[in-house]
């Protein structure tokens, strides 16, 4: 079983930053692709980022390259997403996803966690 738990999400005003982390406290998911996708109030969830299991691969949304950078430490099952410069337009709920395909799309991962709220003030 995997289960997904995100953290490090608050409040902060424009042009801050913020971190946050998925970890898994379930089996071993270094072969999984690990994925960050937004939702936003009233909004569909949207694809933010991907990397492949060694890192090697990843994917960003137009919307958030050059200020956002996800990593991952696999010996310690956890995912980071970075967020540099934020803006109030990144304001949603994130969520960390893990899957098999480095997608883009919601059907591409098999796990979810359950979101943490980032909240970027003007």
């Known amino acids: 079983q995997v289960q997904l738990v995100e953290s490090g999400g608050g409040l902060v005003q424009a042009g801050g930053s913020l971190r946050l982390s998925c970890g898994n406290s379930g089996r071993a998911w270094s072969f999984f692709i690990m994925g960050w996708f937004r939702q936003a109030p009233g909004k569909e969830r949207e694809f933010v980022s991907a990397?492949?299991?060694?890192?090697?691969?990843?994917a960003y949304a137009d919307s958030v390259k050059g200020r956002f950078t996800t990593s991952r430490d696999n010996a310690k099952n956890t995912v980071y997403l970075q967020m540099n410069s934020l803006k109030p337009e990144d304001t949603a709920l994130y969520y960390c996803?893990?899957?098999?395909?480095?997608?883009?799309?919601?059907?591409?991962?098999?796990?979810w966690g359950q979101g943490t709220q980032v909240t970027v003030s003007s």
């Open positions: 990397m492949d299991w060694s890192g090697d691969r990843t």
């Open positions: 996803a893990a899957g098999r395909l480095l997608g883009t799309n919601l059907t591409d991962y098999d796990y």
